[in-house]
């Protein structure tokens, strides 16, 4: 049974229903009971419905609303959609007095109203995990203590750095995501009830009253806007794909570091997974995922701006698709969280082998805290690193007169300014650089 059908002599082609239903808004069923209950209260207040309707719909909406809870929902195949299969059960519950249930209300609107409260609800999930995984960083890097790994730039070693900054500069990601998040729930955060099909409604509708009853912050200003506008939909979709993207990159880190070329962290049993023909093996499947998941979750984004790009105003059916793409996307985003959480907080961290080459900036500098132009003394550390390699040695090894055969302004202590990789990140003195006082800071400031 459709929510339409007056005007039609036959009923749908059995493809084309097949074509034009789709199961993936029945997860929205509690929001459409909710944005329903909303919407009475509303008709009640403004007389549209009598006390007693009103009461006998919202009975019924709540022994819908238990019967979603508990799992006995049951939908038949002639639901169109989620608000037909609620609108179906209700006259099935209380009667003809369900018809009234759509006074001064569309799906158009209806299905956007269903979709605000589930983001809303997302929004502050989201936001919840992606705490929890900066709370995880920053605990590895508690028991990161003081091992000191290499940085990089072009995947050729920089300068030494605690491994515990390695982990925070994705905790500060994290943090910037969560804020993503509460800025998409805040556009999240708009009733659009009232607009109607299109154009609102010739009834003495209350948006404001049925927005308070729904705890929504504000109402609709164009009602054409209000049933057409998926902003917010591609919005919290982007914030899924940002913070994927963050997982994606975080989990090319934890692989590179779990390898034996690297061998800079290590992750527990339960968040690795073995080989089926390789009996050594213990692969780092859930960072690879991570890495692997945020194609899709990038590919969401590009299906939701292509929805609207060339939709004439105001509803038209392609939005339908939306919802397939923002639950995908953030579906994958909170498996990633729950994952990726695990393994970070399964993280013990090793020390690598780092290159004796990561002091040559401590060396400039040396020389430029005496006086020697940056570039000078980068080109005088360039010759060093030049004759020391054609001698097949290194900075571990160089010797006071390495240095004044190179300039007579090296002084003997640079030799264990070249020599010493962690003494090289306790000089490190500049505010969020990567020095133990800064890694402290940081672990103090993300507390808060
Ligand atoms: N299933 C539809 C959607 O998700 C609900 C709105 C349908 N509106 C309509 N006029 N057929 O967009």
């Known amino acids: 049974m459709t929510l339409w059908g007056g005007r039609f002599s036959e009923g749908p082609d059995a493809a084309a229903w097949a074509f034009t239903t789709d199961d993936s808004d029945r997860r929205l069923l509690g929001d459409d009971v909710a944005g329903s209950v909303g919407h009475v209260s509303m008709l009640a207040e403004a007389g549209l419905l009598s006390a007693e309707e009103a009461a006998q719909l919202l009975s019924g909406l709540e022994t819908i609303g238990d019967e979603w809870s508990s799992g006995e929902f049951v939908f038949v195949d002639g639901d169109e959609d989620v608000h037909s299969a609620v609108e179906r059960r209700l006259g099935e519950l209380v009667g003809d007095v369900a018809g009234k ?69 994705y905790a500060w990601m994290l943090k910037r995501d969560i804020d993503r998040f509460e800025g998409a729930a805040a556009r999240v955060d708009v009733s659009p009830l009232g607009a109607g099909a299109a154009a609102g409604s010739s009834l003495p509708l209350d948006p404001a009253a049925t927005a308070r009853h729904l705890g929504f912050v504000s109402v609709f200003a164009n009602s054409l806007d209000a049933v057409s506008s998926r902003d917010f939909v591609a919005e919290y979709a982007f914030c899924c794909a940002q913070a994927m993207t963050h997982l994606s990159r975080l989990g090319e880190d934890l692989v590179l570091w779990a390898t ?42 590009a299906t939701l701006l292509t929805l609207q790009k060339g939709l004439p105003l105001a509803y038209n059916r392609d939005l339908q698709e939306d919802k397939r793409a923002v639950f995908h996307a953030d579906d994958v985003l909170a498996g990633a969280l729950t994952a990726v959480t695990g393994m970070v907080e399964s993280l013990t961290a090793s020390a690598g082998a780092v290159s004796p080459w990561v002091t ?11 006086g020697v132009p940056f570039r000078e003394a980068h080109h005088l550390v360039g010759t060093l690193v030049k004759r020391l390699t054609a001698d097949d040695r290194t900075f571990a090894d160089v010797t006071e007169d390495d240095l004044a055969g190179v300039d007579p302004r090296f002084e003997p202590s640079d030799v264990e300014v070249a020599a010493s990789p962690a003494a090289s990140v306790a000089r490190r003195t500049v505010a969020g650089g990567a020095s133990w006082d800064s890694v402290e800071q940081q672990l103090r400031d993300l507390e808060t």
């Open 101 to 169: 249930l759509h006074t001064g209300r569309s799906r158009n609107d209806q299905v956007c109203v269903d979709l605000r409260l589930y983001l809303r609800r997302a929004a502050a999930e989201r936001s919840g995990q992606l705490a929890g995984l900066v709370a995880a960083l920053a605990g590895a890097a508690r028991r990161a203590g003081d091992v000191i790994i290499p940085s990089y730039t072009h995947l050729q070693q920089a300068q030494a750095i605690p491994l515990a900054h390695h982990l925070l500069a």
């Open 360 to 370: 040559a900036l401590d060396l400039a500098e040396a020389l430029t805290g005496r």
């Open 260 to 301: 034996e070329e690297f061998g800079f962290a290590d992750y527990g049993d339960a968040f690795t997974t073995g080989s089926s023909a390789l009996p050594q093996k213990r692969n780092p499947d859930v960072a690879e995922l991570a890495r692997g998941k945020a194609a899709g979750v990038i590919g969401d984004v």
